[in-house]
Every structure is written in C-alpha cells, then in structure tokens.
C-alpha cells in the first residue's frame, strides 16, 4: 500500500511553466514506477509520463513529449513533473500514480496497471 498526494497545481498562462509534486507514504517508494496522468472534461484519462523504479528509464505521451518532465527523488518518496511550454489544450486534472513493480526498468503505460492514485489537482492552462 502507498498513498500519493498531488500539489502543485494551479493557473498559468500558455507558454509558461508549472512544477506538479507527488508525496508518497506508506511503503518503500523505491518499490513502484511512477507515473502521471492527466483527464480532462469529456475525455479519457490519457498517459502523461513514467519513470522507472531505478529513476534512470522515462517515457512520455506523444503530446507532451519534449514538454514535460518528469523525476522522482526515492531519498524523498517524491516524484515530481515539470510542465513546459504550457498550451490550452494542456488544461486537466493531473494525478499521480504508482505501480508496484519487480522489474527495476518495466515502464507501463496503461491506467489499468497502476494500482494507487493521488486525488488529483488541476492545471489550467490559459490562452
């Protein structure tokens, strides 16, 4: 078990930057991929990025590939994903993500694979 909360949310303007932080508890952190994923109004929630359990191995969605960033800090229980270069069309709600995983590279990207999830928090991307 491990439980996620989501800060760092808010308004910014198109073209800007936001910095979203994940603060994990409750078992070894070191022990999950962790991921970010993002739904907005009417859609599907949609694979943000991930980042393997070693923290070395990324992969990101098509449409913030370039953009976003994300990391994570084991010595903090912390995963954190900076967003660059901010659009309209980036404006969701973010969650954060865990997936308990042996393989110390395995980076899955289905919703369906992470069993824990922060509460969300909102990004809101002006034009």
């Known amino acids: 078990q491990v439980q996620l909360v989501e800060s760092g949310g808010g308004l910014v303007q198109a073209g800007g930057s936001l910095r979203l932080s994940c603060a994990a508890s409750?078992?070894?952190?070191?022990?999950?991929?962790m991921g970010w994923f993002r739904q907005a109004p009417g859609k599907e929630r949609e694979f943000v990025a991930a980042?393997?359990?070693?923290?070395?191995?990324?992969y990101y969605g098509d449409s913030v590939k370039g953009r976003f960033t994300i990391s994570k800090d084991n010595a903090k229980n912390s995963a954190y994903l900076q967003m660059n270069s901010l659009k309209p069309e980036d404006t969701a709600v973010y969650y954060c993500?865990?997936?308990?995983?042996?393989?110390?590279?395995?980076?899955?990207?289905?919703?369906?694979?992470?069993?824990?999830w922060g509460q969300g928090t909102q990004v809101t991307v002006s034009s």
């Open positions: 993500a865990a997936h308990h995983s042996g393989d110390y590279y395995y980076l899955p990207r289905s919703r369906y694979e992470y069993a824990y």
């Open positions: 409750g078992r070894t952190f070191s022990s999950y991929v």
């Open positions: 980042i393997s359990r070693s923290g070395i191995s990324t």
